[in-house]
């Protein structure tokens, strides 16, 4: 994401020891660094998300037999026990997800390509040579962000990971605030969008996108700190109930860490560059945006 100075500029004109205009070349250099860094961590992200789909399809457990027959023979293969994903058998925890067929299509089938649209309708080239594209695809979007919303209840209330063996599934109920956080900050983007308040919507998109982007950055924070667990707490590989509860906990904390890490910085940002912290009205210039290609 590539924000851009608001019109007046959060830096002074005058006044200081440097000259305003070095003052300006500063915060723009700021900016576009801060700018690079975002879109790089959003591309990332957004790989991670489409390789997890198009290779793990966990989307076709019980659906495809050849899918949920590979599945279960690199379980037998130990080819999990490197995620907090196996449960007290050893056996990959979302095999489960074959009892929620309405969670697998809604929520998990649309991640892959939310996280490809998502890039291109951030991106301010795309959208102003291709508004027509921006407008169906932002429908699409929307749709595939109400899906992914109301998808997880299946998965939170039967057979989600967050789930523990003694039956508590606290920490996947408290994922349902969170999607409801998701699902709102899109309909309030649209809702924007249409009464023609740009400037608003680009903000509660960015809000929304960066709750999507939670999930993204959980997946990531999976792939790098796999290996520590096992050395900081004693019993996280082991075949039982308490293990696997140990290792759902895991798994929710890396969905805690993603949202810290994703819609934290994402509010610092719209404070920093939106006057008084307040949402822009229509017709103001808007204090941030997507990187350029």
């Known amino acids: 994401m590539a924000p851009q100075l608001p019109a007046s500029g959060p830096f002074p004109s005058s006044g200081g020891s440097q000259p305003a205009g070095r003052l300006l070349m500063l915060g723009v250099l700021e900016h576009r660094r801060f700018s690079t860094a975002m879109w790089s961590m959003l591309m990332l992200l957004s790989f991670i998300m489409v390789v997890h789909n198009l290779v793990l399809q966990t989307w076709g457990i019980g659906t495809f037999p ?123 983007a649209v809702h ?51 293990g696997m509860e140990l290792r759902a906990r895991v798994f929710a904390l890396y969905f805690v860490a993603g949202v810290v890490l994703t819609v934290g910085p994402m509010e610092v940002w719209l404070r920093h560059t939106l006057p008084s912290g307040k949402v822009l009205r229509a017709g103001q210039e808007p204090g941030l945006s997507i990187k350029d290609s």
């Open 66 to 188: 050849s899918i949920t027959r590979r599945i279960e023979a690199q379980g037998e293969q130990g080819f999990y026990r490197s995620t907090p994903l196996f449960d007290a058998e050893g056996k990959p925890s979302f095999l489960a997800y074959a009892r929620t067929p309405a969670g697998r299509f809604m929520h998990i089938l649309p991640a892959g390509l939310w996280s490809v649209i998502a890039p291109l309708q951030l991106n301010p080239s795309f959208r102003a040579k291709h508004r027509a594209a921006h407008r169906r695809l932002g429908r699409l979007f929307i749709f595939m962000s109400v899906s992914i919303s109301l998808g997880l209840v299946p998965l939170v209330l039967g057979v989600a990971p967050t789930t523990t063996a003694t039956g508590d599934s606290r920490g996947g109920r408290g994922a349902l605030l969170f999607a409801g956080y998701f699902l709102v900050t899109g309909l309030l």
């Open 192 to 242: 924007h969008a249409r009464n023609k308040r740009f400037a608003d919507h680009r903000v509660w998109m960015l809000r929304h996108v960066a709750m999507g982007y939670s999930v993204h950055m959980q997946r990531l924070l999976g792939h790098l700190t796999w290996w520590i667990f096992p050395l900081l707490m004693p019993g996280y590989t082991d075949l039982t109930n308490d």
